[in-house]
């Protein structure tokens, strides 16, 4: 089974700050990795599928990139609604699996 | 628009059995793979089950293999789930989810139905 591992556990910014997020992989899953955002009482969403590419509707201050095991989500200029915890996932290979999460939340 | 309902939620006693439904509407659902996913309380995602458009196949995450069967009605736009032997560790939102394209990314989402088991 892959391991994904997301740093920071928690990321404390203030609106307008740029977040940098990090998933690490136990093993090489290529470009299979997707993000989400989940916000409190809500399903998640998906931003980012394929390493890079942004889903449907996302906005383009959501960016993402790398490839093997290593794995980051930037968010240029964070706005209310980003405040959230982000989880990545890969496709690589079965099961699929989630990483931990990270929370962003208002410093 | 695409929405994804999920029902059958409860509570139930360990060893018990369940079945969660997940009615789907404004996509061609005969198309698509389909997908449980499940939250515990204050926890993160961990993936269910799969089954492919046609239902030929199936795969399951290994904390389920040989308890929850997974299955789908594609004349009735329908995911199903059964859960039976069920565990404390098996208590979480449900959510079903569909892939996004030919790929086991999930681009759609229902509101999860919560299962509680406990005696």
């Known amino acids: 089974e892959v391991v994904l591992t997301q740093s920071p556990v928690t990321l404390s910014l203030s609106p307008g700050e740029r977040a940098t997020l990090s998933c690490r992989a136990s093993q090489s899953v290529s470009s299979y990795l997707a993000w989400y955002l989940q916000k409190p009482g809500q399903a998640p969403r998906l931003l980012i599928y394929d390493a890079s590419n942004r889903a449907a509707g996302i906005p383009a201050r959501f960016s993402g990139s790398g490839s093997g095991t290593d794995f980051t989500l930037t968010i240029s200029s964070l706005e209310p609604e980003d405040f959230a915890v982000y989880y990545c996932?890969?496709?690589?290979?079965?099961?699929?699996?989630f990483g931990g999460g990270t929370k962003v939340e208002i410093k | 628009q695409v929405q994804l309902v999920e029902s059958g939620g409860g509570v139930v006693q360990p060893g018990r059995s369940l079945r969660l439904s997940c009615a789907t509407s404004?996509?061609?659902?005969?198309?698509?793979?389909m997908h449980w996913v499940r939250q515990a309380p204050g926890k993160g995602l961990e993936w269910v089950a799969v089954?492919?458009?046609?239902?030929?196949?199936?795969y399951y995450g290994d904390s389920v293999k040989g308890r929850f069967t997974i299955s789908r009605d594609n004349s009735r736009n329908t995911l199903d789930l059964q859960m039976n032997s069920l565990r404390a560790e098996d208590t979480a939102v449900y959510y079903c989810?569909?892939?996004?394209?030919?790929?086991?990314?999930?681009?759609?989402w229902g509101r999860g139905t919560l299962v509680t088991v406990s005696s």
């Open positions: 996932q890969q496709r690589s290979s079965w099961p699929i699996t």
């Open positions: 089954i492919s458009f046609d239902g030929s196949t199936k």
């Open positions: 989810a569909k892939e996004r394209e030919k790929t086991t990314n999930f681009d759609y």
């Open positions: 404004g996509f061609t659902f005969r198309s698509y793979g």
